[in-house]
Nanobody
């Protein structure tokens, strides 16, 4: 089992920045990818960014956030830390952001955090 805890959400004006953090603990040894997803009211959940644990050049981004968001990771002895730096925020970035992890044996992300709210006002 893996536990994911997000932090760093909040309210910001358009053009502002936020940095989300996610700490993964538990059976982190068998996680191959981590990512950030978001879901706005009435919309489907979408993948914002993801990164492979063992590859330094693997970040992928949704087209809507390319050039504005940056995902990074920090591998510690007993935890995995994933960050999402969000710059030039837009009102359409308003959503609940979720941290997720994927086991190496899984096809999809199968561990999820509780979510953190990001609100961008115009």
């Amino acid at each position: 089992q893996v536990q994911l805890v997000e932090s760093g959400g909040g309210s910001v004006q358009a053009g502002g920045s936020l940095r989300l953090s996610c700490v993964a603990s538990g059976s982190t040894w068998n996680q191959c990818s981590m990512g950030w997803f978001r879901q706005a009211p009435g919309k489907e959940r979408e993948r914002v960014a993801s990164i492979d644990i063992g590859d330094d050049n693997s970040p992928t981004y949704a087209d809507s956030v390319k050039g504005r968001f940056a995902i990074s990771k920090e591998i510690a002895r007993n935890t995995l830390n994933v960050f999402l730096r969000m710059d030039s925020l837009k009102p359409e970035d308003t959503a609940t952001y979720y941290c997720a992890a994927r086991r190496c044996s899984a096809v999809t992300f199968d561990y999820w955090g509780q979510g953190t709210q990001v609100t961008v006002s115009s």
